[in-house]
């Protein structure tokens, strides 16, 4: 939780050092029995660093069976997760329908304009980057 808050906090700075105008975020979580763990790691967080108040305005639980951001993050985790754990034996043939998948949920549509989307980046050029970086670590 601690490492998605930081990606949302940059994400803010970048739309506001663009000129956007943006009050901050709201958080929504799976309801489930770790809602609590979940609230106290927030309320700690928010104690430690009192200025990501400035940029989460809210932090809520929803049952993700009627909340569908939470059902559309369930799909993405569950592709991403099926993408980077496959079978061995079944490897290129799971890894290619997975990554078909991921690239529609993931690359710019011409249909939604308004989309904010990322580019894809597949296992094959992260194995890649690692390869020539490797020497790095």
């Known amino acids: 939780m601690a490492r998605v808050i930081d990606v949302l906090v940059a ?15 709201a958080l929504t979580f799976d309801d489930s029995q770790r809602s609590v ?7 700690q967080l928010k104690r430690q660093r009192g200025h990501l108040t400035d940029y989460i305005k809210a932090v ?12 559309a993050a369930d799909l993405l985790a569950n592709l991403t997760n099926r993408y980077w754990q496959v079978d ?7 890894r ?8 529609t949920l993931m690359e ?11 580019g894809f980046v597949s296992a094959n050029e992260i194995d890649d980057a ?6 790095l670590y």
């Open 96 to 103: 290619e329908r997975a990554e078909g998948f991921l690239r």
């Open 88 to 94: 061995i034996i079944d490897k290129t043939r799971t």
């Open 37 to 43: 763990d979940m609230l106290n790691t927030w309320i």
């Open 11 to 25: 994400s803010v700075d970048e739309m506001r050092q663009n000129g956007d105008d943006v009050v901050g975020i």
């Open 108 to 118: 710019n549509d011409p249909n939604f304009k308004f989309a904010y989307r990322v």
């Open 130 to 135: 690692i390869r020539l970086h490797k020497r």
């Open 60 to 71: 809520s639980f929803a049952d993700d069976r009627w909340y569908y951001p939470l059902q």
